[in-house]
Each structure stands twice: as C-alpha cells, then as structure tokens.
C-alpha cells in the first residue's frame, strides 16, 4: 500500500501525522520515498539493519541470498529488511554503497572511525543541512577494540556478588545521575557522581556544550501532549539533584494552572517531550523566549564514554586502577575508553 502525504515549510507547524506515520513506517524496516533539495531519495532508517521486524519478501523471489556479502564491511542485512530492499528496488550491486542522512555532527562519531578535524568542523557548521561528507565507516570492531577485549578477558565488576549490567553514556555534562531519576528504579551501583573528568574532552564533544531555545506557548503545547492543560509557561521553577542534574520541572500559566514532571517523568518530558540532550542544563528566560544552555548527550547513566577517553589519554587511567572512596566504579572499564578514543 502507498500513502503520499504532503509536508512543507509554508505550513503553521509540520503535519504530524505525516511524520510520526512516516518514522513508524521506517522504523519497521520501511521505505519512504523523501524529496531532498535536488532528487527524490528512496530512505530507510538506520535501526532497519535489524532483522527483527523482517517484511514480506515472497513478491521478491529473486533476491540474493549469500549471507556473506557485505556493504562497507558489514554483513548484509537479512532478507526483507529495509535496507536489503533498497538495493532490491534500485537494482544495486551489494557491494556499493548508499548516503547516510544525519541529523548533527555527533553522527560522525557514531558511525564512523579516523574522523579528521576538518571534517568536524564542517559538520558543525553544516550540519543539518545540504553537505556530504565521505568518511571511513565503522564496521563494529576495530584493532584497538579487538586489543581491550583481549587484555581485559575474564575481568568484570561485581555489586553484592552478582556482575553488574553496566551503563555507558556518550557524555554526561559533567555528572551522572542516580538511576530512579532516570529508570524509575534505584540500582545500587548506578548513583549520581560528579565527573571531574570529562571537561579535559570538550574539544572532540560536540555536546560539550548546547543551547535550545523554546517559546512559553511551545512549552505548554508539549507539557499539554502529555494530558496538561496550560495556556503558557509564565513560570518555570526546576529542580536540581545534588550532581546537578534536573530531576523535576513545574510550568505554570498566568491563571495558576500548572504541569509538574519529577523523577523519570521529569528525564523523559526533557529528553523525549523537549528533545535536550540531556538533563545538565540551566534555563535562561527573555521576555517569551526560553533557551536552555547544556551539556553532555545520553542519559546521564553510568560511564561518559568521553569521560573514560579523558581518563585514559589526559590522565593515563587504566581499566585496572584502584577504586578510591567517592570514585565512580563504572569508570574502571578500559573497553570502553578505547570505545570513546575510536570515535574521537
């Protein structure tokens, strides 16, 4: 079945049900068919290389079916993926390659290796908007990925004498959170810490800092998504936990009618309500505007990967260092740092 809807700038606000109907289509390994600045492109979303939500593939009988080709050095998806289908549609040889569309300079770390400084730069100017860059892609495992799982084999973390399901985070913005403010539930090993480490990064973070900036009326309309009924955010009061991380937001309107988020509800309504990075940040109000000035990107969860990088290219840390009292235990894995130096 095809459904043709019609997005464009002229209009109020975007059509919603094209978008979100769009972004559930991809996201089941789909094809859309978007207009970019010169051509139509066939698109599929990234997460469609899964073979979990695998399509209807009898119309396609004669697809290829070695398991052991691959596209950029990784495996071929399975059959009736989204991105098998593409090559399928567009009779494309396996081996060639397809444009990856993304959203900020961030990607750049997190599908590609030996990023050079002049493709960041350009990236962060450009980005989103009409620029290709070309970059060696990450295939998964690489030399210095290969070596950490080597040397640090056999070798795990224990909390009350069980392995611990360790968290990562691209970047906290300067602490980490205790996880019932971010999960709903408190994990022993998970406690809110302030990193003193991750600034000595901040030159290859693109999160090291940002800023987004939102009407009072954009608030309502978001905090209203969510079952409120506010006609503006006259008044914004934020609370912080003792790392500094906002853990609860109460918007309230001129007729005393308010929204109030704490906890989980306060990580979500940020991060996927608001669309912030993070929840490190601090609000600063002018006349209707409202702009929030942060730092870091992920959910403030475990180890800041550009923290671990920090540790071990600044300081010299290795997986293996002794824990001292009020240090971060989940700091001590050396895969993970060389994860952080892979995407520098």
């Not at 979303?45 to 398991?67: C, G, H, I, K, L």
């Not at 990784?74 to 081996?95: D, M, S």
């Not at 970047?171 to 022993?188: K, P, Q």
Request: net charge negative; aromatic share 8%.
């Amino acid at each position: 079945m095809q459904t043709v809807y019609r997005v464009y700038e002229g209009a109020r606000e975007p059509h919603r049900l094209a978008v979100e109907r769009t972004a559930e289509v991809l996201g089941c390994g789909g094809l859309a068919l978007i207009p970019t600045e010169t051509v139509y492109g066939v698109a599929v979303a990234v997460n469609a290389f899964s073979d979990a939500v695998p399509q209807d593939t009898s119309e396609f009988p004669s697809w290829p079916r070695d398991p052991q080709a691959t596209v950029n050095g990784a495996a071929v998806p399975a059959l009736g993926t989204g991105y098998r289908r593409i090559f399928t549609l567009k009779q494309r040889e396996l081996t060639q390659t397809v444009a990856w569309l993304v959203d900020d300079a961030e990607a750049l770390d997190r599908y590609g290796v030996d990023i050079p400084n002049e493709a960041r730069v350009l990236a962060r100017r450009c980005w989103p908007g009409a620029l290709t860059i070309v970059v060696k892609a990450l295939t998964g495992a690489t030399a210095n990925s290969n070596a950490a799982v080597d040397e640090t084999a056999g070798i795990y973390i224990l909390y009350k004498g069980e392995p611990i399901s360790a968290m990562y985070c691209s970047s906290n913005g300067g602490a980490t959170e205790d996880s019932e403010n971010i999960t709903g539930n408190a994990v022993g090993y998970l406690r809110g810490k302030v990193d003193s480490f991750e600034a000595a990064a901040a030159s290859i973070n693109a999160n090291s800092s940002w800023t987004d900036t939102l009407t009072r009326s954009q608030l309502a309309e978001k905090a209203n998504t969510l079952g409120f009924s506010i006609a503006s955010a006259d008044s914004i009061e934020i609370t912080y936990s003792e790392t500094g991380n906002v853990i609860g937001m109460k918007l309230t309107d001129s007729n005393g009618r308010s929204a109030s988020f704490s906890g989980k509800a306060c990580y979500e309504f940020c991060t996927s309500t608001l669309g912030l990075k993070s929840i490190s940040f601090e609000i600063s109000e002018n006349g209707d505007s409202v702009t929030f000035i942060g730092s870091g990107w992920g959910h403030s969860l475990g180890m800041s990967q550009f923290g671990a990088y920090a540790m071990a290219k600044t300081y010299g840390f290795t997986y293996d260092h002794k824990v001292q009292p009020g240090e971060i235990l989940s700091r001590l894995c050396r895969q993970s740092s060389q994860a952080a130096e892979n995407r520098k």
